[in-house]
C-alpha cells in the first residue's frame, strides 16, 4: 500500500455484535478519514479526526487516533447488515484534502 | 445524497479508441479529484484541480489527460484506450480548505478495454 495496511482486509460478523478495524499509515498528517463503498460503488464519508484530537463519536461510530504509533481505529456498535460494505482509511500529510487511501477492510454483517 | 455525476456508468470499448469520462458537480467545490480503483484495492489519485484553469498529475501515473474548463465539470479523457486502462475511474470534489474537509464521490465508472 502507498501509505498503510488496514487491518483485517475482511471481517464477518454478526448483526448485533460490533466491528473493528484497524489502519497504520507512514506519514506524519493533518488530519485521516474514513470512507463506506458499498458494492463498488463511489464512497461515501463517514467521519474526519484531525491530528490534534484522539477519539471522535458519530452516531454508532467511533474513531481513534493515535498519532505516536501512526494508527487509527474505527468501531461501528450494534452493527446492521446495511453496514455491509468496504471501509477505506484515507489519511491527508499536508492538510490540502490530497487523500492517500488504505486497501480497505470488507465487512460482511449477517442476519 | 452528494450531488457529483459521473457518465458513462459502464464502458467497454476497443483498444485504440478515444474516451471521455464525464464528472460534475452542482455544489460549487472549486477542489476535483480523479481517482483509480481495481477491484478490491485501495483508490489512487491520478488527476487534481484547485479551480478553473488548475490540474494536475495526482500520485499515480497515468496516461489519461483532464481538463477544468468550468468549475462545475471536470472530465477525463484517455486518447488511446488499452487493456491496461481497464479499471474503474471514480470522480470526487471538496469545499476550500484549510480547514481540510470530506470529498464527496461520484458512483464511478467502469472501464473496460477489450
Known amino acids: 500500500s502507498q501509505q498503510g495496511e488496514e487491518d483485517p482486509q475482511a471481517l464477518s460478523i454478526q448483526e448485533g455484535e460490533n466491528a473493528t478495524m484497524n489502519c497504520s499509515y507512514k506519514t506524519s498528517i493533518n488530519n485521516l478519514q474514513w470512507y463506506r463503498q458499498n458494492s463498488g460503488r463511489g464512497l461515501v464519508h463517514l467521519i474526519l479526526i484531525r491530528s490534534n484530537e484522539r477519539e471522535k463519536h458519530s452516531g454508532r461510530l467511533r474513531v481513534t487516533l493515535d498519532t505516536s504509533k501512526k494508527s487509527s481505529s474505527l468501531l461501528i456498535t450494534a452493527s446492521r447488515a446495511a453496514d455491509t460494505a468496504s471501509y477505506f482509511c484515507?489519511?491527508?500529510?499536508?492538510?490540502?484534502?490530497?487523500?492517500?487511501f488504505g486497501a480497505g477492510t470488507r465487512l460482511a454483517v449477517h442476519p | 445524497e452528494a450531488d457529483i455525476y459521473q457518465t458513462p456508468r459502464y464502458l467497454v470499448i476497443g483498444t485504440g479508441k478515444k474516451i471521455t469520462l464525464e464528472c460534475s458537480q452542482t455544489?460549487?467545490?472549486?477542489?476535483m479529484y480523479w481517482y483509480q480503483q481495481d477491484p478490491g484495492m485501495e483508490l489512487h489519485l491520478i488527476h487534481y484541480s484547485y479551480g478553473v484553469n488548475s490540474t494536475e498529475k495526482g500520485d499515480l501515473s497515468s496516461e489519461s489527460t483532464v481538463s477544468r474548463i468550468r468549475t462545475e465539470h471536470f472530465p477525463l479523457t484517455l486518447e488511446s484506450a488499452r487493456p491496461s486502462h481497464t479499471s474503474q475511474y471514480l470522480c470526487a470534489s471538496s469545499d476550500t480548505g484549510p480547514p481540510a474537509l470530506e470529498q464527496y464521490f461520484g458512483p464511478g465508472t467502469r472501464l473496460t478495454v477489450t
Open positions: 484515507a489519511t491527508d500529510p499536508g492538510g490540502y484534502n490530497k487523500l492517500i
Open positions: 455544489m460549487g467545490h472549486d477542489k
